[in-house]
């Protein structure tokens, strides 16, 4: 039976489905498939890499520096968050936490990064081969909120944030392979996105990026569509969904140390769910 995992991300909300996969590395919980976007595809990529614990520092240390989110960053690169600072100056071999690349290539378990093509809009769907040692720019890729940061290039093309393009990417779980699959939101599974930042954004971006923009205006009603598919799925017992029923005051570019270990706490204490699941 093929596992996968989804970790939808959320930003700084991020850390709740940090502490499900610690929680699940600590019980050698293992999956066959993980995907990833945005925040959860560095989740992901230290889950693989079993480097338990790293992304509770980038979270509750480093992402209190000026470096990694900041109003000068901005003014300066026209992006709020430091791509190069995370995935890079911190990440790389010889960085203040390095990915440890090579287990992240060694495991056998499958790892797919969502980013959305800031010229169609579409999902693209980076897998392991496209990572290197050194070379995380799918992770900076699909963490790139519009108009919060510019879009990402790769090999010339620009890419937005992965949750334009496939916000809950049940299906290609599915057609991936995957008989049942484990589903990490960051927000409370019964709560609604609402639209009305993504409009916001999207009038930013729409004189560039116009078919960005109007996948940004459909984000909100394509993520609730796939909540809603991934519990008809869990009650057909092939999806379980674990999420937080309180964000405790975290949001998407939110920083409180406090407020982030007791979402952290939530994960790792809904980890146990997993457990039963996949038994």
């Known amino acids: 039976m093929k596992t996968g995992v989804i970790d939808v991300g959320g930003g700084f909300r991020g850390i709740y489905a ?26 992901l990529a230290s889950f693989i890499a079993g ?8 979270y509750t240390e480093y992402g209190l520096r000026k470096q ?14 430091d791509m190069d600072y995370i995935y890079g100056t911190l990440s790389n071999h010889d960085g203040e936490n390095p990915l440890d690349y090579t287990a992240l290539r060694d495991n056998p378990m499958e790892f797919i990064v969502v980013a959305a093509n800031a010229e169609t809009g579409e999902a693209k769907y980076f897998d392991k081969r496209d990572i290197r040692q050194d070379d995380y720019n799918v992770f900076k890729a699909s963490s790139s909120i519009p108009f919060v940061c510019k879009p990402y290039f790769i090999q010339g093309t620009p890419y937005y944030d992965g949750a334009l393009g496939d916000p809950v990417p049940i299906e290609k779980a599915f057609a991936s392979g995957c008989d049942r699959v484990v ?20 009038a930013r971006i729409r004189k560039k990026y116009p078919n960005a923009a109007e996948k940004l205006r459909q984000r909100a009603n394509r ?26 005051g975290v949001s998407t570019l939110s920083r409180d140390p406090a407020d982030m270990k007791r979402l952290y706490d939530k994960g790792y204490a809904d980890g146990e769910k997993v457990k039963s699941f996949i038994a």
């Open 18 to 43: 940090c502490g499900v996969l610690d929680y699940c590395l600590d019980q050698n919980i293992q999956f066959d498939l993980g995907i990833g976007i945005s925040a959860g595809s560095a989740n």
């Open 51 to 58: 480097q338990r614990g790293r992304n509770f520092t980038f």
């Open 68 to 81: 990694y989110a900041n109003v000068g960053n901005f003014i300066r690169k026209r992006s709020f968050i």
């Open 183 to 202: 589903v990490l939101l960051t927000k409370p599974e019964h709560i609604l996105r609402t639209s009305e930042k993504d409009e916001k954004l999207a």
């Open 223 to 248: 993520y609730n569509e796939s909540v809603a598919l991934a519990q008809e799925y869990a009650r057909q017992g092939k999806v379980l969904i674990v999420a937080p029923d309180d964000t405790c």
